[in-house]
């Protein structure tokens, strides 16, 4: 199974990127960000507690999220193999997916960082947050997610440096120019 992890700060494109990766290596796609959004929309339990966190930028709990992945993965059985993203956002996380692959007989294959700078980041999510109707895509809302993000999910690259799966993808340019990197990447581990 090829396994791909797609890591980066809020708006580094972890999304965009994932569509692309879908179409050109028919994986599976598991966003914890869409699954939590439905959730949050049908108005569940689960979707009522992650609006919470979600709209002070904050992340949802981990014994939750990974709760939630555990049954998102199992509808996901016979795959060709997985895009992890959004997913691990926590060394907790990262080390959970690691059994729950292991447990079906598989690992991550790469994780890709992508890499972007600060402003860019901020413009990104501001021009997403005038159509997406997201309530986190404000700039209060954006600088609290950054932070989070510098102080609890940044260390995973250094977890994924030592399971010897990291590579740095520069994230900058046009969406196609970084595909191009990204596919570089991948076939090089498939
Ligand atoms: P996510 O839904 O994962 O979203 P994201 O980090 O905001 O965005 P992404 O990187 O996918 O950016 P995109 O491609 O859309 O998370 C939302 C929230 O859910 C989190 O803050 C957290 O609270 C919660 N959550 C999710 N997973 C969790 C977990 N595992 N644990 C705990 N909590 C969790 O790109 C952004 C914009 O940039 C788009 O408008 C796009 O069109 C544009 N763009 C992309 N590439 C571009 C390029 N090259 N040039 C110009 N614009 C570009």
């Not at 049908?42 to 014994?63: F, M």
């Not at 799966?165 to 994230?171: C, E, F, L, S, T």
């Amino acid at each position: 199974m090829l396994n791909v992890v797609i890591f980066g700060a809020p708006g580094s494109g972890k999304g965009t990127q994932s569509e692309l990766i879908i179409k050109e290596y028919g994986l599976d796609h598991i966003s914890t960000g869409d699954v939590l959004r439905a959730e949050m929309k049908n108005e569940t339990e689960l979707g009522k507690t992650a609006k919470e966190y979600i709209e002070k930028g904050q992340l949802v709990p981990d014994e939750l999220i990974v709760n939630m992945l555990a049954k998102v993965l199992d509808s996901k059985e016979n795959s060709k193999g997985v895009i992890f993203d959004g997913f691990p956002r926590t060394i907790p996380q990262a080390k959970a997916l690691k059994v729950m692959l292991n447990e079906r007989g598989t690992d991550v294959s790469v994780m890709l960082n992508l890499q972007v700078d600060e402003d860019e980041l901020i413009h990104r999510l501001l021009e997403r947050g005038k159509v997406s109707g997201r309530s986190d895509d404000n700039l209060e809302t954006i600088k609290s997610r950054l932070e989070v993000y510098h102080n609890q999910t940044a260390p995973l690259a250094e977890y994924y440096i030592g399971e010897g799966k990291h590579v740095a993808i520069h994230g900058m340019g046009s969406i196609e120019e970084i595909f191009g990197r990204i596919k570089e990447a991948i076939n090089a581990v498939k």
